[in-house]
């Protein structure tokens, strides 16, 4: 039985990868800020698998290590999910609240890497390292100053982590628009109904997973393998 540790998975493209690993026996180790979508996903999952939910924020080193010591000896897949907008409105750089910016960059940032190395011993041979970006890491685009630099550096810690640990495979994974509460912070009163649910990125997530693409940065939804997506 396999098993993943997926940051960020009470709700959107965290919760929906989740449901599908559940629905395919894997064992879970999740985490939220917010206990009472938390609760609720982790039953939900509890029917299909065993399933360790602890509530708590990714940018806490105690947090880490509990999400570390729930997994057990061995990570098959762990999954950096969990992310934070900053200001919204978004600032642009000029102004933005370097108070803010930390936080942005201690979330995004600094704490995949830490769980990563936390991670890093219990991942065997062929394991699968996924840290969710976002195009904002390689597009200007005007007032994603902080949330896209922040992603930026965490493409490039991928890359290099690729490079460095080559008996596992690490990616740096674009799931595309979603609609999800994120994406509503970054547009404040616009309507967002046309973004396609977070589900739809879910099987480029599962091709990586289940493939043997080699490390590297990919776009969810551009990566063709067919797969049975019953449950998703």
């Known amino acids: 039985m396999s098993s993943a540790l997926i940051t960020g998975a009470s709700r959107g493209l965290g919760r929906a990868l989740a449901r599908e690993l559940a629905a395919r026996g894997w064992t879970l180790v999740i985490d939220a800020r917010g206990a009472t979508e938390l609760e609720r996903t982790a039953r939900e999952l509890g029917a299909l698998t065993e399933v360790a939910a602890i509530r708590g924020d990714i940018a806490d080193p105690g947090h880490r290590r509990e999400l570390i010591a729930a997994a057990g000896e061995t990570i098959d897949l762990l999954v950096n999910n969990a992310s934070v907008l900053g200001p919204s409105p978004q600032p642009q750089l000029a102004r933005y609240p370097l108070d803010e910016l930390d936080r942005v960059y201690r979330v995004n940032t600094i704490a995949p890497l830490a769980l990563i190395q936390l991670a890093l011993p219990r991942i065997p041979d062929g394991g699968t390292i996924i840290n969710v970006t976002s195009d904002a890491a390689v597009e200007p685009y005007?007032?994603?100053?902080?949330?896209?630099?922040?992603?930026?550096?965490?493409?490039?810690?991928?890359?290099?982590?690729?490079?460095?640990?080559?008996?596992?495979?690490?990616?740096?994974?674009?799931?595309?628009?979603?609609?999800?509460?994120?994406?509503?912070?970054?547009?404040?009163?616009?309507?967002?109904?046309?973004?396609?649910?977070?589900?739809?990125?879910?099987?480029?997530?599962?091709?990586?997973?289940?493939?043997?693409?080699?490390?590297?940065?990919?776009?969810?939804?551009?990566?063709?393998?067919?797969?049975d997506h019953t449950g998703v």
């Open 142 to 227: 005007e007032g994603w100053g902080g949330y896209g630099s922040s992603k930026a550096a965490l493409d490039q810690i991928s890359a290099i982590l690729g490079a460095e640990q080559p008996s596992i495979r690490v990616y740096a994974v674009d799931p595309g628009d979603m609609r999800t509460k994120l994406h509503q912070e970054a547009f404040p009163g616009e309507d967002i109904s046309d973004r396609p649910p977070p589900v739809q990125s879910v099987p480029g997530l599962l091709a990586l997973i289940e493939g043997s693409l080699p490390s590297g940065r990919y776009r969810a939804r551009e990566v063709t393998q067919t797969y």
